[in-house]
């Protein structure tokens, strides 16, 4: 992703700056998404320009992203770069949260409880933003969908009227596709202690009647794929001893564990493999137009994982982690089902056993 980087990728020259960074110490093929932000907006060069170096798409936020190099783009920045983006074939990824003014009651505003987080971010902030979103993405289309850029809203939490207006945007033929992450399956507001701000993510994490919603619509399809929105933040900047989920850093630390949690929460559902593939590997490959991946098939690239769906474990102080910062992950604490045996990247074996490679062997990925 652009951000949480330093310098953020919003050109040419910061992208070239994260492709030398990576080189020889990569174990996994890893692409690069460039930023749309106010500053590159309206020059249509620079935004051609980092697309031209390979960045597979844009990423914007449509609220305060937390970064001071990364600010939030209106609806005048989205549709410029959506003018550029069609022509290139390639989407423009979504944070869509649009900030509102929330009055907190006097005894209702402890910050050490979750629901005082929860009423500051309520899911109107996403309806609001997705609504004026694919407005603006009707708006710069001339003629049918292909003319148009492709709009990609990245962690949906909210399941209800946010994700009606993508349904019908879908049914009119727009190009839109929709992701949801791993913590708001698993996870729900009731069941968040006061003072965990493990968490606590952006959009945030809702009720259990709305995590019912988003399984059923994954389950339906009208969610097509899952990300991990991984935020590896140093556990200083969570605010662990005072538990203030007003000021604590956002984020979910989960990289090493979304496989086996969409499979342990999924299992009541009735997920399966083939629905598995399909969240995690085809349809991502599809939306950064990878088309040598997503799928065991002659000719495509050996990126392959070993697993055994019906082993279980707890993650506690006994299981290996490779995070940098394991006690800052919300999954610690949990018994899953689903132990990754190996992984191959390239055809490579990167990873077996618990144990990595002790060669980078990964590659860029370029547009």
């Not at 920045?77 to 069609?86: D, R, W």
């Amino acid at each position: 992703m652009p951000l949480n980087s330093d310098p953020s990728t919003v050109s040419e020259e910061t992208l070239q700056l994260k492709i030398k960074a990576a080189k020889g110490r990569i174990f996994v093929n890893v692409g690069f998404w460039g930023g749309l932000v106010p500053e590159n907006a309206f020059n249509a060069t620079i935004l051609q320009n980092l697309l031209n170096a390979g960045a597979l798409g844009l990423k914007s936020f449509m609220c305060p992203s937390g970064i001071n190099d990364f600010p939030m783009t209106d609806a005048s920045h989205i549709k410029e770069g959506l003018s550029v983006l069609a022509k290139y074939k390639r989407p423009l990824l979504v944070h869509a949260e649009k900030q509102q003014e929330v009055e907190l009651k006097d005894g209702d505003d402890d910050p050490r409880s979750y629901s005082t987080y929860l009423k500051t971010r309520p899911s109107s902030m996403e309806e609001t933003a997705i609504r004026e979103l694919l407005t603006v993405a009707k708006d710069t289309r001339t003629g049918g969908p292909a003319e148009g850029a492709h709009v990609h809203i990245v962690h949906l939490s909210d399941s209800r009227s946010s994700l009606e207006l993508i349904k019908e945007a879908k049914s009119n033929g727009d190009s839109v596709t929709v992701e949801t992450c791993p913590h708001y399956l698993a996870f729900s507001a009731e069941e968040i202690p006061d003072g965990d701000t493990r968490f606590k993510c952006a959009p945030p994490i809702r009720e259990a009647a709305n995590r019912q919603k988003l399984w059923e619509a994954l389950m339906d399809g009208d969610i097509d794929m899952l990300s991990s929105d991984h935020s590896p933040s140093e556990p200083k900047l969570k605010l662990f001893a005072e538990g203030d989920f007003l000021r604590a850093w956002g984020g979910i630390s989960s990289l090493q564990f979304v496989l086996p949690v969409t499979w342990s929460y999924g299992v009541k559902y009735g997920i399966t493999l083939e629905k598995l593939v399909s969240w995690w590997s085809e349809k991502p490959a599809k939306l950064a137009s990878q088309d040598l991946k997503g799928a065991i098939e002659i000719g495509k690239h050996a990126d392959i994982v070993v697993w055994e769906p019906e082993k279980e474990f707890d993650l506690d102080e006994n299981h290996t982690v490779h995070l940098k910062h394991p006690s800052i992950s919300a999954y610690m604490g949990s018994r899953l089902a689903g132990k990754v045996v190996a992984t191959f990247v390239n055809g490579n074996l990167v990873f077996e056993g618990g144990k990595h490679a002790p060669d980078a062997c990964g590659t860029t990925i370029l547009a």
